[in-house]
Each structure stands twice: as C-alpha cells, then as structure tokens.
C-alpha cells in the first residue's frame, strides 16, 4: 500500500510539529511521523524536565541559606527525589499532551506513530507502509553520545534521559564531561545533597567559552562543593571496589581513582541520521553523521530538507525552532532567510546562570578586530547585591571602528533573560551607542548594560 502526501515530516521535535500546522494551514496534506515521544528532546528528556529540576534544586539552595536573609526554617532541611521528579515529569508531561492534541487536531495532518525511513527518493517507509511526497523534512534530532570509553561495557551508566528516572538522590554522583549537561546536572544533584564530582578531558570546563568565564563557573561550583577534575585524558571505567563506579583518571595530577554510586556520560549528543536510509534517496551527511545543509536548510537531495540538532548548524530548542522559521518563510511567503544570518545566543543553566551572545572576547581577539571591551563584577550590581547573588560578572565586546556589539556573557543572576537586550541590540545591527541614552528599569540586572557601554575601553 502507498499513501501520497504534499509534504512529509519526521520527527516532532521542536521544527516538526509547527512547520506541519504551517504547512497544513496553506492547504498541504501532510504526513507527521514520530518513533517516540511528541515534543522531543527538549520537551521530553531535555530542556523542560531539567529546568523544572533546577528550579527544585535551586529552592533547595536557597531554604538552606535562608538564614542569610533572615528566615528562620524550622527542623531539617530534606529533598525527596521521586516528588522532585513528579513534579518535573508532571510539567513535561502537560506539555507533551498539549502538544498532541495540537497535532491530533490538525485539520490536513495525518500523524504516523513509527519509525520512518527512505526507501527511494521522495519515498519512506513506516511499519511496511509506503508514503511519497514531493517535500521531505527531517526533524529526527539526537541522542546522548555513548562515548567508546575503555570500560565502559562494564560499568552501568546514566544519560540526560535515565537520570531523570532516578528516585533516590545518589550518594556520589561522577560526571564525565564538563559543559552544558554535566554542569547543570553536577549542581542540582549537589543541591539535593549528593556528593558530586565532575571529569572533563579539556583543561577546563566549558572550553568554548573565555576562560575567566570557566574559572568563574569553576569556582562557584566548587564553592557549592563540587569536586571538579580538569585535562583528565585518559579516562578508563571500571565497577567500583564496594560496588557504584569508579574512574581511572592516572594520567594527570590527583588521586588515581575516583570512586561513586552512580556515573553519569554527558560528552555531547550524535545525530539519528544512521537508521534514516538516507543513502536511498541521497542525502549526504558529515563525518559525525550530521545532514549536510546550504544556507536554506536544503540536503543534498532535492525537495529534502533537515531542521534542528540533525543537521549541525545548532544544538539548541530556538535554533531549532528558527530552522522551522527560515523554511516556512522561504517556501511559504517568498523570503530568502538564511541560517548563517542567525545571531548565535543561549545560555547554560547552572546558578548564577551564563546569558550568552555572539562572540567570545577569544574568537572577537582571534578576528583581528580593534576591540573595546568592559566588563564588571555581579558584585557591583545593585540588583544582585540585594539578592544576595554577587557572584559572576558580565562582559561586553564591541568593535571600535564599526560601533557594533560582536558579543556578550553575563554569568550572574538574571543573566539568562538580561543578555535579551544586549542579543536584540546585535539582531538590529544597533550602533551601541544608540543604548547609552536608553533609560532601563532600577533595580534590574539589565540597568548595568548602558553603564557596560560608557565603560568600553581599548582592550
Ligand atoms: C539534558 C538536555 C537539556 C537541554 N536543555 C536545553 C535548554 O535549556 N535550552 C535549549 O535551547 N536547548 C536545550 N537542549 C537542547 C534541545 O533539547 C535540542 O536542541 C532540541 O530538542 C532539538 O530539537 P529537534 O527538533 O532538532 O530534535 P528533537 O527534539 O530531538 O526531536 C527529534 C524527534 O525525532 C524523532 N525521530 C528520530 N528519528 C526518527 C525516525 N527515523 N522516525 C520517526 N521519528 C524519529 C525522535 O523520536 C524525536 O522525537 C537540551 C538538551 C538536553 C539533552
Ligand atoms: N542550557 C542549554 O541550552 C543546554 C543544556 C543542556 C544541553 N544542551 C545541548 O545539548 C548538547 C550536548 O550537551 P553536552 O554537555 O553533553 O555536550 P557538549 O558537547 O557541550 O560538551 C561535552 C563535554 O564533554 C567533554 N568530553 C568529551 N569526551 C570526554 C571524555 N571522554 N572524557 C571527559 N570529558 C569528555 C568535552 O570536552 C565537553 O566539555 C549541547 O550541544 C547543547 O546544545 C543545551
């Protein structure tokens, strides 16, 4: 049997899903077709149940420092894993089940549950059924990376995705891998009381940020009681002495062994392109198996597009959703967006947050530009002083001769949200000084980006 369709999209991620109402309200017949769960990662295993946890852990953090605001808090302080749990799957959950309801009431959409992949150009398979269209989407995003650590057969390990179905706070939680998931992770499970240590290859965490940004994160990190192991090369896993795990790291300074009840893999994400049959309708991927895309999010295969995390050009929920943005308008409303013009922002959420956009002052140096740079502690931020969260601080480049903002980080409180108006002013191409008469809000963090811009200097 064969069914025909204007348009088929795999996967319902975060690009799928409103590229089909999009596509549908033109008039299309479009096919959805989703392996597992609606919303994706992000909705899923990702981005909602890990800041519902954070934000448990953060309450956590803060009831145990109440003292310092003088609130009493009567008997012990307790974390109870499986209601923290509850709470973040019960978020998520509303969300996947709003979002099906969304698509299973699509007027045009017909959603395929199964796992698709193409048998010819402009053909896929789901469950032995045959579909066609002349427009082909892939939105299959990623999975966590399982890296071919020696050892690592032999030891039991946690994703991004099984970590979420812990019900007890582990009694040492190892992390491997530094960055966006590990670090999130390593703080919260510290602020529900686990002991926590964190192994990163690189010689420091998030090495693609500045360094006095690693070493800020580091030290409030450690403060907080994370041990922290950097330029750890030669990783081996082993089953720990009175059971749990344990890492050999005996290649740099340190103790040789590292000994926990749980282990934890967060050393980035692949792609699922392998099981897409893309080679039956030609579709070309990268060395990491990422979809090879031009500036319109085209593959190499004609009337085929990749969207999201499979196709490399982001990692992110907004990116994803962006792609979606660019295809819909570049084939519905005549446009020619580009992905390359998208201004790169995100932030990482630990506590103080990392707002981020564009440059680091390490690429912007390695650019060649003249740069004026400013930077100042959360500390001598009013609005962080009396929230008690000075630690951080925040940094803004400019280019001296074009009067352009190339990049900013503001790792301090609020730093998620206050990077908006530093990221909006980059968007518009915004001479800078254009903000130093703008009148902000007393007492924001966001007050200190005008003040920021008075105190860019030579650098
Ligand atoms: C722990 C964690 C925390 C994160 N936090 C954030 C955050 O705070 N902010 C942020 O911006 N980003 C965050 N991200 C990243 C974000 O989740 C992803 O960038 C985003 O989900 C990518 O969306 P996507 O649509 O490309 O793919 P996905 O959301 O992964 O969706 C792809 C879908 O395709 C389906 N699929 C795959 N192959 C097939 C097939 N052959 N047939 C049918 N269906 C298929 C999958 O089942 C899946 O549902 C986080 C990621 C992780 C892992
Ligand atoms: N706040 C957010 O937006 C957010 C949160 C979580 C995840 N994400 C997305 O998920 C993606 C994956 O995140 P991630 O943190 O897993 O990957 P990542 O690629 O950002 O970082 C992986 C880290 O693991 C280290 N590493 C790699 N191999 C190692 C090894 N063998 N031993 C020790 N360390 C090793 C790397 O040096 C790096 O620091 C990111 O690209 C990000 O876009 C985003």
């Known amino acids: 049997m064969s069914r025909g369709f204007d348009a088929i999209i795999i996967g319902a991620g975060q690009a799928g899903p409103p590229l089909a109402g999009r596509l549908t309200a ?19 295993t990702g981005c909602m149940p890990t800041k519902a946890m954070v934000a448990s852990a953060y309450a956590a953090h803060l009831v145990r420092r109440a003292g310092e605001y003088g609130v009493g808090i009567g008997g012990d302080i307790t974390v109870d894993m499986a209601r923290v749990q509850a709470r973040a799957h019960g978020i998520t959950r509303d969300a996947r089940e709003g979002n099906t309801r969304w698509l299973e009431g699509m007027e045009r959409l017909t959603l395929i549950r199964g796992h698709a992949r193409f048998t010819g150009p402009s053909a896929i398979e789901v469950d032995g059924e045959r579909l066609t269209a002349p427009r082909i989407f892939l939105n299959v995003g990623g999975r966590a990376l399982v890296p071919d650590l020696p050892g690592v ?26 960055s966006y998931i590990g670090l999130e992770f390593a703080q919260m499970f510290r602020r529900f009381g686990a002991r926590v240590s964190v192994v990163e290859r690189s010689p420091r965490i998030v090495m693609r940020e500045d360094e006095d940004v ?3 994160l580091q030290s409030l990190l450690e403060d907080e009681g994370i041990a922290i192991r950097t330029g750890a090369e030669c990783i081996r896993l082993q089953p720990g002495r009175e059971g749990g795990v344990a890492i050999a790291v ?103 947050p990392l707002g981020r956009v564009g440059m680091s002052e390490s690429e912007a140096r390695k650019s060649g530009r003249p740069l004026l740079i400013a930077k100042r502690p959360m500390s001598r931020v009013g609005r962080a002083k009396e929230k008690g969260e000075t ?36 968007h518009a191409g915004m001479d800078y000084r254009t ?17 920021l811009i008075m105190d860019l200097a030579p650098a």
């Open 153 to 178: 057969d032999r030891v039991p390990f946690l994703t991004n995705s099984s970590i979420l179905q812990l019900t007890e706070v582990p009694e040492h939680l190892l992390v491997v891998g530094g």
């Open 250 to 352: 005996d290649c740099a300074d340190g103790p040789p062994v590292m000994e926990g009840s749980h282990l934890l893999l967060a050393v980035g994400r692949v792609p699922n392109t392998a099981d897409l049959g893309l080679d039956a309708a030609g579709v070309e991927t990268d060395a990491r198996g990422y979809v090879t895309v031009d500036e319109h999010l085209k593959t190499s295969a004609d009337g085929v597009w990749a969207l999201g995390d499979c196709n490399g050009r982001g990692a992110f929920t907004h990116t994803a959703y962006n792609d979606y943005e660019i295809v819909a308008a570049n084939l519905l409303d005549g446009a020619n967006r580009k992905v390359g013009a998208r201004v790169s922002g995100y932030a990482l959420y630990t506590d103080p």
């Open 391 to 426: 630690k951080g601080f925040m940094k803004l480049i400019a280019d001296a001769e074009t009067h352009r903002i190339l990049g900013a980080a503001i790792l301090g409180t609020g730093g998620d949200e206050a990077i908006h108006g530093i990221l909006d002013a980059v």
């Open 214 to 216: 690693s070493e800020a």
């Open 435 to 451: 903000l130093r008469w703008a009148v902000p809000i007393h007492p924001t963090v966001s007050e200190l980006i005008p003040t």
């Open 26 to 44: 033109e008039g299309m017949s479009v096919a959805l077709i989703e392996r597992h769960l609606i919303g994706g990662t992000c909705v899923n």
